[in-house]
Nanobody, 124 residues
Framework: QVQLVESGGGLVQPGGSLRLSCAAS????????MGWYRQAPGKQRELVAG???????NYADSVRGRFTISRDNAKNTVYLQMNSLKPDDTAVYYC??????????????????WGQGTQVTVSS
């Protein structure tokens, strides 16, 4: 069974930084698009950033220029570097693996494999 395990969440002050990691196992990691999604209380889950198997990236408008997604196929790991964090970034962040097609055509659909989530709280 595919496993995606997130780490790196926590409490940070506004303006601070965090780096999330997602380690994948039991999956041919290199052929999957990987994404970071988040869900805040009372809100729908949204795509934060995605990276295809060919390293094409896309970002939500709200995080573009502040967040960077990257992947290391040798380590079966995807990262999300989050800088200049704002209170509105507070959410549970989920790692997702899906096909390149689904990342391109249906990025908001609940397809693929999901991690258990990691809490990010931005507060002073």
């Amino acid at each position: 069974q595919v496993q995606l395990v997130e780490s790196g969440g926590g409490l940070v002050q506004p303006g601070g930084s965090l780096r999330l990691s997602c380690a994948a196992s039991r999956i041919i990691f290199s052929i999957y698009a990987m994404g970071w999604y988040r869900q805040a209380p009372g809100k729908q889950r949204e795509l934060v950033a995605g990276i295809t198997s060919h390293d094409t990236t896309n970002y939500a408008d709200s995080v573009r220029g502040r967040f960077t997604i990257s992947r290391d196929n040798a380590k079966n790991t995807v990262y999300l570097q989050m800088n200049s964090l704002k209170p509105d970034d507070t959410a549970v962040y989920y790692c997702n693996a899906r096909s390149d097609y689904d990342m391109d055509r249906r990025p908001s659909a609940a397809f693929g494999f999901w991690g258990q989530g990691t809490q990010v709280t931005v507060s002073s």
